[in-house]
T-cell receptor, first 114, second 112 residues
Framework: DAGITQSPRHKVTETGTPVTLRCHQT?????MYWYRQDPGHGLRLIHY???????DKGEVSDGYSVSRSKTEDFLLTLESATSSQTSVYFC?????????????FGEGSRLTVL | TQLLEQSPQFLSIQEGENLTVYCNSS?????LQWYRQEPGEGPVLLVT?????EVKKLKRLTFQFGDARKDSSLHITAAQPGDTGLYLC????????????FGQGTTLQVKP
């Protein structure tokens, strides 16, 4: 199994509070991704990183920010959580990009915003 | 915006039956992947298809990439309860970043 750890695995918070989810990898893979998974929507890309301090937006990036100060850590921050951000968040890593790049996923972080 | 539409969204069948899941788009993808996800876990890659018309087999699972590279199918022969799960197709929207676009998924339940 790919060494990917997400924390926390479960979190309940209130609207308006900041939340940070952490993804830690031990594989030294270059690419890291944050997805959210909601019923009927599959997985949607929030942000991704192609190296330390190199990040870019995905298709649903509004309300989220990320940081990657070390190869092994990719943080996802909700500055002011809203109920629409209640979801399961998955971190993924990839050694290569492009047509043969396989994504390895963490076990997910379930966030509930009340 | 590239989209992948999966059908059906839900499928409940008896053990031993055959089934096909479809993944369609109006856009061309340079490759397409299929993942399987079990409850409480992240998706796990089953296969990657990269050539139009390509067929790959993984035991009782057969994957096909359309000739025009706009669609794909997953066929399971003699389904077993262990095949139960969420099946996701994903295409690469950009060849440089690995930004996969996922279909909405097909939930398969195989009853003993």
């Amino acid at each position: 199994d790919a060494g990917i750890t997400q924390s926390p695995r479960h979190k309940v918070t209130e609207t308006g509070t900041p939340v940070t989810l952490r993804c830690h990898q031990t594989e030294n893979h270059r690419y890291m991704y944050w997805y959210r998974q909601d019923p009927g929507h599959g997985l949607r890309l929030i942000h991704y990183s192609y190296g330390v301090k190199d990040t870019d937006k995905g298709e649903v990036s509004d309300g989220y920010s990320v940081s990657r100060s070390k190869t092994e850590d990719f943080l996802l921050t909700l500055e002011s959580a809203t109920s629409s951000q209640t979801s399961v968040y998955f971190c993924a890593i990839s050694e290569s990009s492009g047509r043969t790049g396989e994504l390895f996923f963490g076990e997910g972080s379930r966030l509930t915003v009340l | 915006t590239q989209l992948l539409e999966q059908s059906p969204q839900f499928l409940s069948i008896q053990e031993g039956e055959n089934l096909t899941v479809y993944c369609n788009s109006s856009s061309v993808f340079s490759s397409l992947q299929w993942y399987r996800q079990e409850p409480g876990e992240g998706p796990v890659l089953l296969v990657t298809v990269v050539t139009g018309g390509e067929v790959k087999k993984l035991k009782r699972l057969t994957f096909q990439f359309g000739d025009a590279r706009k669609d794909s199918s997953l066929h399971i022969t003699a389904a077993q309860p262990g095949d139960t799960g969420l099946y996701l197709c994903a295409g690469d929207g950009s060849s440089n970043t690995g930004k996969l676009i996922f279909g909405q998924g097909t939930t398969l339940q195989v009853k003993p």
